[in-house]
């Protein structure tokens, strides 16, 4: 019953235009991922941080491992997996744009997601005005940090990569870059069908779909 209940989401994605959801849609379906079909939060932010490596590992393995550190990414979670690469951290992003250009091969965008209330835009003026002007790649996990959910690059940055979770968001009709991921593999069928979301296929096992 499970194969066929999913044969036909497959189907159905297959002749309708994939969902970009609302800020309320993306918090009510996270909210039913939790209570509904008892998610774990740290199980949700391991199977997103999986994702979001796998995506970024495609167009960047060659290039962003540590020397001396095996080259064989460890899935626990997304700070895990990063530790491991030559990705910096926005908490501890230094100030001086010449040095990250210098020093790293890209940047993870993390700070905000669905979070783009004004109170927590104030505690990263300083790395969001950074990341405008770095020219390393910028990879945005769900929204792109400055962002509006809905409205989207209103203030903010440009990054190369986009990786939605879930389901993308309606500001992601508004991304530019080179490659846009979607990350929701795991959500329940019955789910996808509720919100009418549409998946495309993912290809064999892979947890990512590129858009």
């Known amino acids: 019953m499970a194969n066929t209940n999913h044969g036909a989401v497959q189907q159905a994605a297959a002749t309708e235009p994939i969902k970009f959801l609302s800020k309320e849609e993306a918090k009510a379906l996270e909210g039913e991922l939790y209570e509904e079909y008892r998610f774990g939060q740290q199980q949700l932010i391991e199977i997103s941080g999986h994702s979001c490596a796998m995506a970024i590992a495609k167009n960047y393995e060659p290039t ?13 979670d997304f700070t895990v997996q990063c530790e491991k690469m030559d990705i910096p951290f926005l908490s501890y992003l230094p100030a001086e744009v010449q040095l990250i250009n210098d020093a790293y091969n890209l940047i993870i965008d993390a700070v905000l997601g669905l979070s783009d209330e004004a109170g927590l835009k104030e505690l990263y003026t300083n790395i969001l005005a950074t990341m405008k002007h770095v020219k390393i790649p910028i990879i945005s996990i769900d929204v792109p940090s400055g962002w509006d959910v ?43 069908k509720k919100y009418e979301l549409n998946p495309p296929d993912y290809p064999g096992t892979d947890c990512i779909v590129q858009l």
């Open 150 to 192: 809905e409205k989207g690059n209103t203030e903010g940055i440009n990054p190369a990569v986009l990786v939605s979770l879930a389901a993308p968001k309606k500001c992601a009709t508004q991304f530019s870059g080179k490659f846009h991921f979607l990350a929701g593999r795991y959500l329940p069928d019955d789910l996808q």
């Open 64 to 76: 962003i491992y540590y020397p001396k550190r095996s080259c064989k990414p460890i899935f626990l």
